[in-house]
């Protein structure tokens, strides 16, 4: 069973940064391409990032790039995002996400093409 499980939940004042994290069990995390997602209430699910399976290429939302990065250490099962330069209006709810193994790594990248997902974690920043 594929099981996602973020940490990193923080809050941290404007210009902050904070480091999330994503460990994945059940599969072998280096065949799939993996994502963040965020979501405020009333909003819509957003791309903040991702990483592909295949040479680990890169895609960043526009809200956030230049701001985050993401990365995987696949020996541990891990997947991260790092956020600098935090702004109010980055506060919201923060997914980990993967695509099944095989699809394709698309951009944008859409919410409704990831199969597998985390419960969250709640970053809050400051003004």
């Known amino acids: 069973q594929v099981r996602l499980v973020e940490s990193g939940e923080g809050m941290v004042q404007a210009g902050g940064s904070l480091k999330l994290s994503c460990t994945t069990t059940?599969?072998?995390?280096?065949?799939?391409?993996m994502a963040w997602f965020r979501q405020g209430p009333g909003k819509e699910r957003e791309a903040v990032a991702g990483?592909?399976?295949?040479?680990?290429?890169?895609y960043y939302g526009k809200s956030v790039k230049g701001r985050c990065t993401i990365s995987r250490d696949s020996t541990k099962n891990q997947v991260y995002l790092e956020m600098n330069s935090l702004k109010p209006e980055d506060t919201d709810m923060y997914y980990c996400?993967?695509?099944?193994?095989?699809?394709?790594?698309?951009?944008?990248?859409?919410?409704?093409?990831?199969?597998?997902w985390g419960q969250g974690t709640q970053v809050t920043v400051s003004s």
């Open positions: 990483i592909a399976s295949q040479f680990d290429t890169t």
């Open positions: 996400a993967a695509l099944p193994e095989g699809s394709p790594f698309t951009v944008p990248l859409r919410a409704h093409d990831f199969q597998f």
């Open positions: 059940g599969y072998t995390q280096r065949f799939y391409a």
